[in-house]
Nanobody
């Protein structure tokens, strides 16, 4: 069964930066487009960013475009989400998953534990 492992979250002040990492042990990583999603209490999980299998194309939610950058290293089975100019509204639990379709939808039904990002003034 696919295991999704997110890490790198934390607490920062507005304007700060964080670097999230997604690992998928045991998966033929390069066969899948990967995306990041985020969720706040009481709300649905929403799309943040995605990257194609080769890393040649990326997509971002309007709310993070220009501030977040997604990248991948297939040799290390890792996808990175660099988050800059963070805002309090970026506060959420961040999850990664395989993605399909447009707009990108989660591929795997089982989610990881996610990583908490908290941005304060």
């Amino acid at each position: 069964q696919v295991q999704l492992v997110e890490s790198g979250g934390g607490s920062v002040q507005a304007g700060g930066s964080l670097r999230l990492s997604c690992a998928v042990p045991g998966l033929t990583f390069g066969h899948f487009a990967i995306g990041w999603f985020r969720q706040t209490p009481g709300k649905e999980r929403v799309f943040v960013a995605s990257i194609t299998r080769s890393g040649g194309d990326t997509a971002y939610a309007d709310s993070v475009s220009g501030r977040f950058t997604i990248s991948r290293d297939n040799a290390k089975n890792t996808v990175i989400l660099e988050m800059n100019s963070l805002k309090p509204e970026d506060t959420a639990v961040y999850y990664c998953n395989g993605v399909v379709g447009s707009p990108p939808m989660a591929l795997f039904s089982r989610w990881g534990q996610g990583t908490q990002v908290t941005v304060s003034w």
